[in-house]
């Protein structure tokens, strides 16, 4: 879509995912500081920045001290890690009861995408069991994720 809309898209993996490198024991590295690497390496001055989930964390964790190098900042589909109480309160209203207790397969892409896209479906399945998180569902891991800047779960490798 943004492709064809004239805009050139740029794309890359986290540390350990897809394809991607993965972290040095004990140094996962920051997604943010990987990010500034790529955008240095590749020239870029100033850029639209698009982040979903846990790249949403990323991306704001970049726009915060770069703010000049972007012309827009979009963050789909993450929480940002917002702590406020009354936040808080009211997105748990959008979840049903046991909705953190779902396999990680029930809680990622939504039901609706599950059904327009089989394809796709499958191809983030792949994904998701090659990652460290889906590496530790597969050995049995009885945590769920921790997220970034919370305690690492004892399971993963």
């Known amino acids: 879509m943004f492709a064809r809309a004239g805009y050139r898209v740029i794309a890359y993996s986290r540390r350990g995912h897809h394809n991607s490198t993965p972290p040095e024991p004990g140094n996962p590295g920051v997604g943010a500081a990987d990010l500034g690497a790529l955008v240095d390496h590749l020239g870029l001055r100033w850029f639209h920045l698009l982040g979903a ?3 949403g964390f990323y991306a704001t964790d970049y726009a915060l001290p770069h703010p000049r190098r972007l012309l827009s900042l979009v963050v789909v589909s993450s929480y940002l ?3 406020d109480p009354e936040h808080l309160r009211v997105t748990a209203l959008l979840r049903p009861p046991g909705f953190g ?3 990680h397969d029930s809680r990622e892409p939504s039901p609706f ?3 327009a896209n089989e394809a796709g479906t499958a191809a983030w399945k792949g994904i998701s069991a090659r990652s460290p998180a889906g590496r530790s569902r597969a ?3 009885p945590h769920r994720s921790t997220g970034p800047g919370r ?3 004892p399971c993963a490798p």
């Open 53 to 55: 989930a846990l790249g």
């Open 113 to 115: 995408y599950c059904a």
């Open 81 to 83: 890690g917002i702590s």
């Open 139 to 141: 050995r049995g891991c």
């Open 101 to 103: 207790d779902l396999p």
């Open 151 to 153: 305690r690492r779960c």
